[in-house]
């Protein structure tokens, strides 16, 4: 089993629909949750960040962390074309590398 | 959010031959920095860690003769493909640790796409 596991897609929403990306691992040890938006050929970009369990919420981004349940989601509401990424999950515990998902590809539609 | 710059953004190289990129906080020091290599519509894959002032720690499978790291201060890591080959053409993607914030949130430079000829 991989330490994280993200379903590639790809997800294809129409404009205004509410996303949902999530994202489930094995190591209990993780405190530490990212989501990151990558554009094509650009670098991540940092997303949203959760410490240990429960929801951040950001504009139209909810970010939420069930550690007993060991599954984080990613929520858009709204979503817009702009949208239209691959979003990574990610997940580390106190200074050590982060493990990334391999990424799932969204697409809004106008 | 902080920044983390990449230079340079695309190079196109012949085989046999060297290549450098850097990477660069520009607003925070950063005392570890990552390096990512990623292909086409796969995941970031972790290539080492680097420390400013120590040796690199490379992942298993990572030449550290092939893929040289220097961190030689807090806000420049340097990553040389050495004699490249066109297997070695990628997208590689630095980022940086900012220790201190409270978050140790890793913010990623724009990647550099590598190709050899």
């Known amino acids: 089993q991989k330490e994280v596991e993200q379903d590639p897609g790809p997800l294809s929403v129409p404009e205004g629909a509410i996303v949902s990306l999530n994202c489930t691992y094995s190591n209990s040890a993780f405190q530490y949750f990212m989501w990151y938006r990558q554009y094509s050929r650009k670098g991540p970009e940092l997303l949203m960040y959760t410490y240990s369990s429960g929801n951040k919420e950001d504009g139209r981004f909810t970010a939420q962390v069930d550690k007993s349940s060991k599954y984080i989601s990613l929520f858009i509401r709204d979503s817009q074309p702009s949208d239209s990424a691959t979003y990574l999950c990610?997940?580390?515990?106190?200074?050590?590398?982060?493990?990334f998902g391999k990424g799932t590809r969204l697409s809004v539609i106008a | 959010g902080a920044v983390v710059s990449q230079h340079p953004s695309r190079v196109i190289c012949k085989s046999g031959t060297s290549v450098k990129i850097e990477c660069r906080s520009l607003d925070f020091q950063a005392t570890t920095m990552f390096w990512y290599r990623q292909f086409p519509k796969q995941s970031l894959m972790l290539m080492a860690t680097s420390n400013e002032g120590s040796k690199a720690t490379y992942e298993q499978g990572v030449e550290k003769d092939k893929f040289l790291i220097n961190h030689a201060s807090l806000t420049l890591s340097t990553l040389t493909v050495t004699s490249a080959h066109p297997e070695d053409s990628s997208f590689y993607i630095c980022?940086?640790?900012?220790?201190?914030?409270?978050?140790?949130?890793?913010?990623f430079g724009p990647g550099t796409r590598l190709t050899v000829l």
């Open positions: 980022s940086a640790e900012d220790r201190t914030s409270s978050t140790d949130t890793q913010y």
């Open positions: 990610a997940m580390s515990s106190r200074n050590t590398p982060l493990v």
